[in-house]
């Protein structure tokens, strides 16, 4: 990761970014490119679990009850995915899952957050297996409450079956089955990993960009200092991108649970 | 009445889905039904060979139940 400043000041970095700069290379064995134990990502994802855990239990650890600044931020955060998530989607049974849904939010917002921040500036998120796997125990879980709720029989019934004449239920049944059971888990992960990709991939672009235009010609450097300056703009955007995808990772988990307790009208 | 909790006060889990839910409910299930029956349609056209009108009517009738879906589903309770 420090050979980067060097490779960029050669002029050597290939120009347009490939999916193969998505694949650091291995720390351990130290800079092995087809070793893919222990690399950056794995690195970034260790870290964004154990700056959570310190945080949650140093800013809680003594609860006060006029607040800490701390304790008031970890409440707060907490406070907003109890209320403003897990409430408001599920009602007052979804007190609940707010420690989950709390858990996985942030889990999401920092490891988005990693994309913007100096020196490590790569979601884990960007690789389809962090929310693949994401997306797998949101998936998991809301069957299982589903299930458990209901009973087995009643749950398959109560979502493939809709409210409708059963002259057109055959028609209905695929698609309840298809948007409910396939599309879901995918598009959940879909949605996350897609939106960190492009992001790590636009500002690739730009950065990439200005040293390949500045290499190219002197007398683009104009042109190479306002694709710096856009990159800086993009970084703000990148910051929208990632709080808006952990808050809708959590609001659509917290949306499926619901639907997985709905009753039947 | 905060003891009270046996009658469930409304956005208990019995309400319809709220907002952003809602939404990506319902064009999940617009998108499903073109996908779903277009993909049965398209099957229907590999075995009969009807060149592409099976997918069409599949794409159509996708979309009416999806449509249908949204309605039941996410409408007002009767």
Known sequence: ?265 | MAGDQTPRPSGGPDEPPTGAGQGWTALSYLIAGMLVWGFIGWLVDKWLDTGGIATGIGVVLGMAGGIVLVVRRLGTPT
Request: net charge neutral; proline share 6%.
């Open chain 1, 1 to 265: 990761m420090f050979g980067q400043a060097n490779v960029l000041a050669q002029g050597e970095a290939a120009f347009p970014p490939s999916v193969g700069d998505f694949y650091l290379p291995s720390i351990l064995p130290w800079g092995e490119h087809d070793s893919y134990w222990f690399t950056k990502i794995t690195a970034m994802v260790w870290i964004a679990v154990g700056v959570l855990i310190i945080f949650f239990l140093a800013s809680y650890r003594k609860p006060q009850l006029v607040p800490t600044k701390k304790q008031w931020i970890a409440e707060s955060i907490y406070g907003f995915v109890r209320n403003n998530i897990a409430v408001d989607m599920i009602g007052h049974a979804g007190v609940r899952f707010a420690p989950y849904f709390t858990t996985l939010f942030c889990f999401i917002l920092l490891t988005n957050f990693f994309a913007i921040v100096p020196f490590f500036q790569i979601s884990p998120n960007s690789h389809i297996a962090f929310p693949a796997f994401l997306a797998a125990i949101s998936y998991v879980m809301f069957n299982w409450i589903g299930i458990r709720h209901h009973g087995f029989v009643k749950y398959f019934k109560h979502s493939l079956i809709p409210p409708a004449p059963w002259y057109i239920l055959p028609i209905l049944i695929p698609i309840e089955f298809f948007s409910t059971f396939l599309v879901r888990p995918f598009s959940l992960a879909v949605r996350l990993f897609a939106n960190m990709f492009a992001g790590h991939m636009l500002l690739l672009v730009f950065t990439l960009g200005g040293f390949a235009m500045i290499s190219a010609n002197t007398w683009l450097a104009p042109v190479s200092v306002l694709s710096w300056v856009m990159t800086v703009a993009l970084t703000f955007l990148e910051f929208l991108v990632i709080c808006l995808q952990a808050y809708v990772f959590t609001v659509l988990t917290a949306s499926y649970v619901q639907g997985a307790l709905a009753e039947e009208h």
